[in-house]
Nanobody, 116 residues
């Protein structure tokens, strides 16, 4: 059974930075797309950033230029460096990993709170 565990969330002031990490525990292979979503109460989950095995990245317009997604496939890990955080970035950040076999794994999330 595969379990994704996120870490690195917290409470910061606007303009500060955080680095989120997500590691897969259990037997996972043939990793494909890996990424981060975020969700706030009453809103739909939205894609923040994702990365393909080839290293191509995709970002939400609201985080472009401030966030950077990276991954270490050998460690089954994906990261999100978040700089210049804004109060509107406050959300639960959820990790997602997909495999070439069609598996779709989700973490439980790590809370990020940004105060003005």
């Amino acid at each position: 059974q595969v379990r994704l565990v996120e870490s690195g969330g917290g409470f910061v002031q606007a303009g500060e930075s955080l680095r989120l990490s997500c590691v897969a525990f259990g037997s996972i292979s043939a990793l494909n797309r890996m990424g981060w979503y975020r969700q706030t109460a009453g809103k739909q989950r939205e894609l923040v950033a994702d990365i393909t095995p080839g290293g191509s990245t995709n970002y939400a317009d609201s985080v472009t230029g401030r966030f950077t997604v990276s991954r270490d496939i050998t460690k089954a890990a994906v990261y999100l460096q978040m700089n210049n955080l804004k109060p509107e970035d406050t959300a639960d950040y959820i990790c997602n990993m997909q495999t070439r076999r069609g598996d779709d794994f989700w973490g439980r999330g790590t809370q990020v709170t940004v105060s003005s």
